[in-house]
């Protein structure tokens, strides 16, 4: 039953992974950055576009961005499309971000039918996983409630996830959008408010994702993100045209609890630590100011 199951992360002695990362975002502010080493950053890296420039490329990000982030994400389909290998290196990069104490977001969109869920879950949620992540993407549009085995299993390990609800690219509105005042998206972000019901006295694990991109679409469709109580994972910012002052437009009351994400115009101010760097306190200075 749902209210057991924050009794059981506490007698595991787990903190959950709300109050983790509403403490790391007021320590360290609202950042995310995200890890997509792309070919043409590889390239622009100097590094080719094999399993040993992803893993220098990867754990170069972490290394510098580690003390300036709430959180990093690396994308999981960057790492897929060199098989095996790639897939050994996210293991190493969640490790090392593990060690460096920055949260992880495994950027991987998970959906699928319950029973196959619950193995998605065990990939990314479970302890014992060489993949395990602080928290992971999901995508709701087998519905909501085929999430469930992936929402249990965050409460029970102290983990989170983010569903999509309003996602940054111009495609999500034919179908985040339907259905007027009873929007898509509007049930996702019901549903995520009923699930942090069980999070009391802390942000909720259960985040949304919602894209800086999406201009009026909160007021067009009527959602109260304030009221979903959980972290609002907010991509689109740098290469998708967003700026930190779009965001504070967009979310209005809901702000506190955005979390601002860039990849690919923090990257590009690789391989140096310091231009990552530099580039990574632009964009929280911005985040700062809103
Ligand atoms: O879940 C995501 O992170 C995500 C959701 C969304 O609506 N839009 C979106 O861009 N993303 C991811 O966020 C990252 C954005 O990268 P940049 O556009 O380079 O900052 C990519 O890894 C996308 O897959």
């Known amino acids: 039953m749902p209210e057991q199951v924050p009794a ?8 959950s992974f709300g109050s983790r990362l509403g403490a790391a975002m007021a320590s360290r502010g609202p950042l995310c950055v995200g890890i997509d080493p792309h070919p ?20 170069t990000v972490v290394e510098a961005v580690a003390s300036l982030a709430a959180a ?10 060199h098989g095996s290998a790639g897939m050994a290196v996210l293991e190493e990069v969640l490790a090392e971000a593990r060690d460096q104490s920055v949260l992880t977001i495994a950027d991987a969109k998970r ?16 302890d014992e996983s060489p993949l ?14 085929s999430l469930r085995p992936a929402l249990d299993l965050a409460a029970e390990t102290g983990r989170g996830v983010f569903v999509l609800a309003l996602t940054s690219n111009p495609e999500g509105a034919s179908v985040q959008h339907v259905g007027g005042a009873d929007s898509v998206a509007r049930r996702i972000t019901s ?24 201009g009026s679409a909160l007021v ?33 009351d809901a702000y506190p609890l955005v979390l601002g994400t860039s990849s690919r115009d923090i990257l590009a101010a690789g391989p140096e630590h310091r ?3 530099e580039a990574a306190q632009r964009t929280l200075a911005g985040l700062r100011q809103g």
């Open 8 to 15: 059981q992360a506490e007698a595991r002695g787990r903190e």
């Open 40 to 59: 043409a950053l590889l390239k622009s890296w100097g590094l080719a576009d094999d399993v040993a420039g992803l893993r220098r490329f990867s754990l």
């Open 72 to 81: 990093v994400k690396p994308q999981v389909a960057l790492f897929e499309r």
């Open 111 to 126: 959906g699928d039918i319950g029973s196959t869920m619950a193995a998605y879950a065990d990939a990314w949620l479970r």
């Open 132 to 145: 395990a992540a602080d928290s992971v993407t999901l995508s709701p549009y087998l519905g909501f409630e």
């Open 191 to 214: 549903a995520a408010a009923r699930e942090n019901e069980r999070y009391q006295g802390s942000l909720g694990s259960v985040g949304l994702v919602v894209g800086a991109t999406v």
């Open 220 to 252: 067009d469709l009527d959602l109260d993100l304030a009221a979903v109580r959980g972290p609002i994972l907010a991509p689109g910012l740098g290469a998708q045209g967003a700026t930190p002052a779009d965001l504070r437009a967009t979310f209005g």
């Open 275 to 277: 231009g990552l760097q």
